[in-house]
């Protein structure tokens, strides 16, 4: 069954404009829905720890500042705007002893909530509403008159008012004009972790790498190999992005449309779909997020190990080379 999509026309924005919101933290989606909020008449403030480097930031955006704590108490809607690991130990020390009854906790990913990092009380609403974008892009589209898709789930009802929260809120900072589509957090986060892993981040990463070793072992200059793999992925993305896969296809040479389709399903075949629901099957029994934890608790020392182990590959050394040489690319967007 397609899920209906709402849009500015189905969504009022009556029922937050009364609302004091909170925004704990002030990395990139925190900062793009304060600033989204504010300019659509939602009353703001900032929650943050008295030693965050984020403080000068919000200043200079000019909202109103002040502790987690303080900022929980005065406010109607908590936008819980922290990494996932970071999320419980804050909420346990600054936000729980602070909530009241009626209050609403908002998230921008269901880790928390569906692996139960964070037990809300009975008496608080708790939604999601999680952009389909990364912070920078969910406030450039707003400031553009524009929006980023986004998806929200009511996890509890608690005052009977919590689907209409989530909706203006997804209104408020742009959403309704790309489209919002409701779901759960069970599925919005194992269908996130999954599509990091297996597609957006871990899939197409190791197939870039793959690629770029298979040309260089078999003697083709790792420049070449570079641009081939890596470089020129960002046309082929944009074209699928403006235009879906039938869309991409239609915009490439009839020698590159025959070897996708003749060639692309031998290589990401059925073997590879297999572990493809390996993975999925532990995030859904929740062995991913329980080894994420463990190795966050235990100071990340594999994590760091992998992650200095792909910045000495050849890959990274030839393009940082080759991205010196154009300095256009920037690498902040």
């Known amino acids: 069954m397609e899920a209906r999509i709402l849009t500015d026309k189905d969504v009022n ?94 998230f921008a990913h269901g880790f928390a909530i569906h692996y139960r990092t964070i037990i809300p009380p009975n008496d608080v609403n708790v939604i999601m509403v999680a952009p389909k974008g990364l912070g920078p892009m969910v406030r450039a589209q707003f400031v553009e008159g524009k929006g980023v898709p986004c998806v929200v789930a009511i996890q509890q009802d608690a005052n009977g008012h919590a689907r209409q929260l989530a909706l203006a809120y997804a209104k408020a900072i742009g959403g309704t004009r790309a489209g919002v589509v409701e779901t759960t957090f069970q599925e919005e986060t194992e269908a996130d972790l999954f599509a990091e892993q297996a597609v957006l981040c871990g899939g197409m990463s190791a197939l870039v790498q793959a690629g770029f070793e298979t040309l260089v072992e078999a003697g083709y200059q790792p420049e070449m190999a570079y641009f081939e793999c890596l470089h020129e992925l960002k046309f082929i993305v944009d074209l699928m992005h403006r235009a879906g896969i039938s869309g991409m296809r239609e915009r490439i040479s009839e020698t590159a449309k025959w070897g996708d389709i003749s060639v692309g399903p031998k290589i990401i075949d059925e073997s590879v779909k ?26 990340r020392k594999r994590y760091q190990r992998l992650l200095d182990k792909g910045q000495a590959e050849p890959i990274e050394q030839v393009g940082a080379r080759l991205r010196s040489l154009m300095p256009w690319l920037d690498e902040k967007s």
């Not at 809607?77 to 990494?83: D, N, Q, S, T």
């Not at 997020?289 to 235990?298: D, I, K």
């Open 13 to 106: 924005l009556a029922s937050l404009l009364d609302k004091t919101c909170a925004v704990i933290g002030y990395g990139a989606q925190g900062r793009a829905h304060a600033l989204n909020l504010r300019d659509s008449g939602i009353p703001v403030i900032i929650g943050l720890l008295p030693k965050s480097r984020s403080r000068v930031t919000a200043r200079q955006d000019g909202l109103r500042l002040t502790t987690t704590a303080a900022a929980v108490r005065r406010a109607d809607v908590i936008f819980v705007a922290l990494p996932d690991t970071e999320m419980a130990g804050v909420y346990q020390v600054d936000i729980a002893p602070h909530l009241r009854p009626g209050q609403t906790l908002l």
């Open 274 to 299: 297999l572990r493809m629901k390996e993975a999925l099957l532990k995030i859904r029994r929740g062995k991913f997020a329980q080894e994420w934890l463990r190795e966050t608790a235990t100071g």
